[in-house]
């Protein structure tokens, strides 16, 4: 008998556990640009889906001013991405020296930036939604964060 209760207790507390996961989020990776579009433009933001034959799909958009492209890559024949690319730069800023840009690679995380082929200071950040991908609420998430750098670079390459 005991046997037997003990059996109806493991089964009734997996049971339980179960019943208190919560359901499994939404994943979302890099293989459809349109997913990716509709979490921009649910930010407010617009987004305008960019696809030409022979080239990775992007996304132009910009905030508060701030214009911005998700670049999608790591692509088998410009589909089936894994990774995305968040990318903007400032073409009236070419008077910024390296070691100013340094500086901010070694005070900030998550971005990057870096002088272009024409001079200008750009800031690029990557997020990997390769294998099943990422819940969409840290996708959302990661660009709250392009959000703040983009705001935060823009003060720091203009400071005087």
């Known amino acids: 008998m005991r046997d037997f209760a003990f059996g109806t207790f493991v089964a009734a507390s997996a049971a ?3 019943a208190a996961t919560p359901a499994q989020a939404e994943l979302v990776n890099a293989t459809n640009p349109d997913t990716i579009k509709k979490i921009i433009e649910s ?3 617009p987004a305008t889906l960019v696809s030409k034959d022979g080239d990775d799909p ?6 508060d001013g701030l214009k911005f492209l998700v670049l999608f890559m790591n692509c088998t024949e410009n589909k089936n991405c894994k ?6 730069g400032f073409s009236d800023a070419k ?7 340094n500086q901010w690679n070694k ?9 272009d ?5 750009v800031l690029e950040m990557d997020v990997d939604l390769d ?3 990422l819940p969409r609420e840290n996708v959302g998430e990661s660009f709250n964060t392009w959000a703040s750098l983009m705001d935060s670079y823009r003060e720091f390459i203009f400071e005087k």
Request: aromatic letters at 20%.
């Open 95 to 101: 008077d910024v020296n390296l070691e100013r840009l």
């Open 107 to 115: 005070e900030k995380r998550f971005a990057r930036a870096y002088r």
């Open 43 to 45: 930010r407010g933001w």
């Open 58 to 63: 992007y996304i132009e958009s910009n905030r």
């Open 131 to 133: 294998f099943a991908g």
């Open 16 to 18: 339980a556990l179960f």
């Open 117 to 121: 082929g024409d001079g200008d200071p």
């Open 83 to 88: 990774t995305l690319q968040y990318y903007m």
